[in-house]
């Protein structure tokens, strides 16, 4: 999840001025997910492993992630929706060639992906869940490989 944040301020840092509101909100949906998210990791590695480790049961199926009714999971979906909304918001910032092109699209499905399964998960349909987690893992990945790309050919020509 840091990761994802000295990514969005890269993005921010190379945006043309006139497009840097996007990148600045988009940089701040990000932080919003990494600090949600790691501390929602942190949790599940000390408390419920923990808890589990030593046999005390009492509750950990309210704080385990897999548990799709759970309060983490609850959390993690939101967390995401704030990354998806991140996506989103920068797609526009992408400008240029067939690259950007690419960029601005998957950023822009990533980002409704996202946000309809944080719409999606309150309604307790796994099914919907996990195909939308699915086509996340496969949108995101390639969005993050182009936007590699996409800095690679900016290093070349600054």
């Known amino acids: ?19 840097q509101t996007l990148s600045l909100v988009a940089l701040a949906f990000t932080t919003v997910y990494a ?9 599940q590695l000390f408390a419920v492993r923990l808890s589990l480790l030593h046999g005390e ?15 983490f999971f609850a959390l993690e979906a939101i967390g995401y929706a704030f990354l998806s909304l991140a996506t989103a918001v920068v797609s526009p910032t992408f400008v240029g060639g067939r690259l950007e092109r690419w960029i601005r699209l998957l950023f822009w499905v990533n980002g409704a992906l996202g946000i309809l ?19 996340w ?18 290093r070349g020509s600054v």
């Open 57 to 71: 049961l009492d509750g950990v199926a309210l704080l385990a992630m897999p548990n799709l009714h759970s309060i």
């Open 35 to 43: 600090a949600m998210v790691c501390t929602n990791y942190y949790v």
């Open 1 to 19: 999840a840091p990761t994802l944040v000295v990514l969005m301020a890269s993005i921010h840092v190379v945006t043309p001025a006139e497009k």
């Open 137 to 154: 893992n496969l949108v995101f990945p390639a969005a993050m490989l182009l936007v590699a790309l996409h800095f690679r050919k900016r």
């Open 117 to 135: 399964g944080s719409v999606v998960a309150p309604w307790d349909r796994p099914t919907l869940i996990f195909a939308g987690l699915g086509l």
